[in-house]
């Protein structure tokens, strides 16, 4: 090793907002990067501060500790938050937008009763599992949960077996496609830092979270039904003539199908042209622009309020006030990814992201093993999936540059898969899932929290097979 190459190691150079180089000595960025991180936990899980604020402080953190100055530190954690706010901002709001509209028009009833009318008793969870993960594609995991509840209460009673029977397959789904699956926050953050292509990611993302699934939902169920065997709380009613939504006309099954899918289909299209067709064309053209993660979106809320609002019966008033209602509940999600957007920027600008991928390359480790651990860390400490995700993608950013654009979407994935590892009393997660099922602590653990362990590292294992691979 060179003097140069020591003095680079020990000494990264910090590009400040108006273009100055710094260098600062590796004795105060590794402290300044794990006090940053540490003040994001405690502010978060010790104090119950909301993860905005603690991400916005952790950022300081980070920068004074490296001995930044404080002028340069808010240009680089605003930068990182516009940036973030402006790539992955209106994707959660186009997102919820058509989630809530597919909640409002019975669209999301009808995918729960036509699978579940069709199944039979062996393959009842398998169902399940696939509502939950349709379902969960583009919802939020918090209104998957809620919205599944009563079909979960129902089809357990009906088919007189345990509540978590049915019920951990479709949290398997819900909770797969929140860690792994863009158009969900995580991975949309994952991607923007990582620079990642959405269209690939979202590919590699369906293969990993199938397999995923079957593990931890149906197949775990088996024993976690055994572990746990209580009956569904009469929470949403005790008889078996139960109704699924109010709405007297709903879409049909086929429709709702076609509106849930459009996003997917637009983006995987996008990532397949940008593969197999030449650069110019005119097919190349139109992919590439309605593939692209905003106008795939909003072309699938577009189409929602053509498909899923005409065909519930919903005038152009109540399709507006849907859409309206979606908007107030992710505004603190938009907050949150986007202060994440600015402690990434701040690991960056300060060199501590490219320290620790000089030390990543020299040592041998598996990249994808490493962010794995880093998000499994993040999340045991701070409960929150998103909070993980964004975190660790800030910490391992300079470890995508260079890399094959198939192992960068591997990289967002096996971040995804730390993302959910064992859910516990820190995170809200655990404890809706807790009452809703009417579970005690001990219960919650041996079923969901075991569900999440369970997901997270068959997740991490199918993303290590596939980078054999690709």
């Known amino acids: 090793m060179t003097t140069t190459d020591l003095h680079g190691l020990l000494f990264p150079a910090l590009t400040a907002a108006d273009g100055a180089t710094q260098s600062i000595p590796a004795s105060r960025l590794i402290p300044a990067a794990l006090l940053g991180i540490a003040v994001i936990v405690v502010l978060i899980t010790r104090f119950k501060l909301h993860p905005f604020l603690g991400l916005t402080l952790g950022s300081l953190t980070v920068g004074a500790v490296a001995g930044v100055a404080m002028g340069d530190v808010v240009d680089s954690f605003t930068k990182g938050f516009g940036s973030t706010a402006a790539g992955v901002g209106t994707l959660i709001a186009l997102g919820a937008m058509f989630g809530k509209l597919l909640a409002d028009s019975g669209g999301a009833d009808e995918i729960v009763d036509t699978l579940i009318g069709r199944s039979s008793e062996r393959t009842l969870p398998w169902a399940m599992a696939a509502v939950g993960a349709i379902i969960g594609l583009p919802m939020f995991f918090e209104i998957g949960l809620v919205l599944l509840m009563p079909v979960i209460y129902l089809v357990a009673r009906r088919a007189q077996v345990s509540v978590v029977r049915v019920g951990i397959p479709a949290l398997a789904g819900l909770s797969a496609m929140h860690g792994l699956v863009p158009p969900h926050p995580g991975p949309l953050v994952a991607i923007d830092a990582l620079k990642a292509n959405l269209g690939l990611t979202l590919m590699f993302g369906v293969i ?263």
Do not use: C
Request: avoid cysteine; aromatic fraction near 6%.
């Open 208 to 470: 990993v979270a199938i397999p995923t699934i079957a593990v931890s939902g149906p197949l775990f169920a088996k024993l976690a039904g055994r572990w746990v065997d209580v009956p569904p709380p009469a929470m949403f009613g005790t008889g078996d003539d139960d109704e699924r939504g109010s709405r007297e006309r709903r879409p049909s099954f086929g429709l709702t199908m076609f509106a849930v899918l459009t996003p997917v289909v637009l983006m995987m299209g996008k990532a397949l042209a940008d593969i197999f067709s030449s650069e110019g064309t005119a097919v190349r053209s139109a992919l590439d622009f309605i593939g692209t993660p905003v106008i795939a979106l909003l072309i699938a809320v577009l189409v929602g309020m053509a498909t899923l609002g005409r065909g519930a019966g919903m005038g152009m008033k109540e399709i507006s006030t849907s859409l309206e209602g979606s908007l107030p509940p992710i505004a603190g999600i938009i907050l949150i990814v986007a202060a994440g957007g600015g402690f990434k920027q701040t690991l960056v600008d300060t060199g501590i992201g490219e320290l620790v991928a000089d030390w990543v390359r020299s040592s041998g480790i598996s990249v994808l093993l490493l962010a794995w651990v880093v998000a499994v860390l993040i999340r045991l400490a701070t409960g929150s999936a998103t909070v993980a995700t964004v975190t660790a993608s800030g910490i391992l950013a300079p470890l995508a540059t260079g890399l094959p654009a198939a192992q960068v979407s591997l990289l967002v994935l096996a971040i995804g898969a730390g993302s959910v590892f064992f859910s516990h009393v820190n995170d809200a997660g655990f404890w809706l899932v807790k009452e809703y099922f009417g579970l005690s602590v001990g219960q919650t653990f041996k079923s969901w929290s075991a569900m999440e362990t369970l997901l997270s590292v068959t997740g991490l294992v199918v993303v290590l097979l596939l980078g054999l691979v690709v």
